[in-house]
């Protein structure tokens, strides 16, 4: 179980590299816009190490509160991100 | 560069469904020279490169966190308080000994008017474990209090049981020199020689080992041979004159420790000062056939905890025991004391783990006698000397210790649950933030722990108990750790190797 948490989340870390480096093709984003997207990333990332972790040893409660608050607080981290500072990027791209 | 635009063309449609377009995809020669794709590719290696180099640096980093940093300000001593810590003032001694209870009958009666209880101090260690079971109640039923008794079963085979007591010179905590070789094995260099040492140590069984030079400050003097009420001199009846002690630390198994203050804990407690009295036994046995003088203690002979910290292995807690990175309060400590003094020596090192204390306080919540200091105390509970109820009536603390920068507990209501409950308790080890099972995020949360401010302390201890660690007195911890030995047949997560559950 402990083999398939760290491959899963090595595929999870390089399908985000490639989404980083696609959207990095695309537009051009400020410093802050990166920092708050690789932020995100590291932040599910940890919350799904530490949910794995914490139901192998049997703490379902803290496998739970890991996801919500690391990966739940880097998803919305990322989706905050994402509306407010690519999507006006985008637009200018596009014009 | 003339025929760029057809390879562009040509990239456009690699994304179409028309058949025929597949006559017109770019070979592997082709792709290589796009210098868009080239251009992604370049980004992807550059990210994933720099991800990966700092995932590596981070890593490095919490590797030399868990080092801990050389402490320079260990002990802190007040020297108007601290004076040799006589062995007759440390409560388990003092309860052990129906002489020391006929000369001072005053402490009985001291603790008995200002706790306002009728408490039998000498036969309350006699009849702890004759409590009758109730096989209704998890935790307090035949079967815990079987695996109590069999834990501590091989000390009391070995004729150390009295050695918790601090009781010197016992079975495995032998001072007989008989089989010392006569020939004195030479080491290469002062490393090698604690290399073997901690070789041996881990052949043993020892979760962690440090070797500290002989400290007089931490060694209880005089000694009190409590069976023939006899004081004894380091100096006089002692086989030798020890320049190092080594100190081995053994791990108390985390599922069966979190159900405390059930007697199923008193389990593992008896377990492992077991186990610490056959190692410690072994390791003395080793150095003597070395040639070199060695007696093993378990609780006797000097202060386990100090000479933990003086050994590198960890720092003191609020609950006043050694916390040690990685296994936290969850260790038993074992001592040999030894006249080789050609070893290279470890140093106390600090992990924010004292500071960490200063803002937690789980165990004295958790603790069922209230014997531990609040972070609400004055100055924390964290001083030269105890500041909890009653500490300032004349004669109330035996003058334990005194004079040392440290927190300071009322073992007398500890031990006096212990009684009252009918059987040890470790509900300050269980409910300790530093009471981890050996998985990846307690490690990355010991080693960012140097480094955390304050605020993040008191947080830190706040999540403990919401992500679902440290609840003690609980009957579904003790259901849950009579299941824990399924798998065991084959354990192929290698359970309970260092005292942790599922992983090694």
């Keep these: ?95 | 560069m003339s025929d760029e635009p057809d390879k562009a063309k040509s990239s456009e449609t690699q994304g179409t469904s028309n058949p025929e377009a597949a006559d017109t995809l770019p070979g592997p020669e082709e792709l290589l020279t796009d210098p868009t794709r080239r251009r992604f590719f370049q980004r992807v290696a550059i990210g994933g490169g720099a991800a990966l180099t700092g995932g590596a640096a981070a890593y490095a980093a919490a590797r030399i966190s868990l080092q801990g940093l050389p402490e320079q300000d260990y002990p802190q001593i007040d020297e108007k308080l601290f004076k040799p810590k006589d062995q007759r003032d440390v409560v388990l001694t003092f309860v052990s000994s129906k002489t020391l209870n006929e000369k001072h009958p005053e402490r009985n009666e001291q603790y008995k008017r200002l706790q306002k209880k009728a408490f039998d101090w000498l036969n309350g260690m006699r009849d702890m474990y004759s409590k009758p079971w109730d096989n209704r109640k998890p935790g307090y039923t035949q079967m815990d209090r079987a695996l109590q008794k069999a834990g501590w079963h091989p000390l009391e085979v070995g004729g150390s049981r009295a050695s918790a007591n601090l009781q010197p010179n016992t079975g495995l905590h032998s001072w007989d020199q008989s089989d010392l070789e006569k020939e004195q094995y030479e080491f290469e260099s002062k490393k090698a020689a604690s290399d073997a040492i901690k070789s041996a140590a881990r052949v043993f069984g020892s979760v962690k080992c440090g070797i500290a030079r002989r400290d007089k400050r931490w060694d209880y003097d005089p000694l009190y041979d409590l069976e023939n009420d006899r004081e004894l001199s380091w100096e006089k009846d002692f086989p030798f004159e020890p320049k190092t002690v080594i100190v081995l630390l053994t791990a108390q198994d985390y599922d069966c420790i979190s159900t405390a203050p059930a007697w199923t804990a008193d389990g593992t407690v008896g377990d492992s000062y077991s186990q610490m009295g056959v190692k410690a036994d072994q390791m003395a046995k080793f150095l003597r056939g070395m040639g070199y003088q060695a007696v093993s203690a378990g609780n006797d002979l000097g202060n386990s905890v100090a000479y933990g910290i003086m050994a590198g292995l960890g720092e003191a807690g609020r609950n006043n025991q050694l916390i040690a990175p990685g296994v936290g309060p969850r260790v038993r400590i074992a001592k040999i004391y030894t006249d080789l003094d050609f070893v290279e020596y470890d140093q106390p090192h600090n992990w924010g783990i004292t500071d960490f204390c200063l803002s937690c306080g789980k165990c004295a919540e958790a603790c069922p006698s209230n014997a531990i200091p609040l972070p609400e105390d004055k100055d924390g509970g964290y001083g030269f000397e105890p500041t909890y109820e009653f500490s300032d009536e004349p004669g109330y603390t035996w003058n334990n210790q005194l004079g040392i920068r440290k927190f300071y507990s009322d073992a007398k209501k500890c031990y006096n649950f212990w009684v009252e409950n009918g059987g040890g308790c470790g509900a300050c080890i269980a409910s300790c933030t530093f009471n981890e099972p050996d998985y990846w995020h307690h490690w990355f949360i010991m080693a960012i722990n140097p480094i955390a401010p304050g605020f993040l302390h008191g947080l830190m201890a706040e999540a403990h108990p919401a992500f679902g660690y440290g609840h003690t007195n609980d009957p579904k911890k003790v259901i849950k750790f009579w299941k824990s030995g399924e798998g065991m047949r084959t354990n192929l997560d290698l359970k309970n190797n260092i005292g942790t559950s599922n992983k090694s």
């Design chain 1, 1 to 95: 179980m402990e083999l398939m948490q760290w491959f899963f989340m090595g595929v999870l870390f390089t399908l985000s590299v490639f989404a980083l480096a696609y959207l990095s093709m695309v537009v051009k984003l400020e410093w802050y816009t990166w920092a708050g997207l690789i932020t995100g990333v590291i932040m599910v990332l940890f919350g799904i190490g530490w949910a794995g972790a914490s139901f192998l040893e049997g703490y379902p409660q803290s496998g739970s509160l890991g996801l919500a608050i690391f990966s739940g607080g880097g998803v919305v981290l990322m989706t905050l991100t994402w509306r407010h500072l690519v999507t006006p990027a985008l637009s200018r791209h596009a014009k």
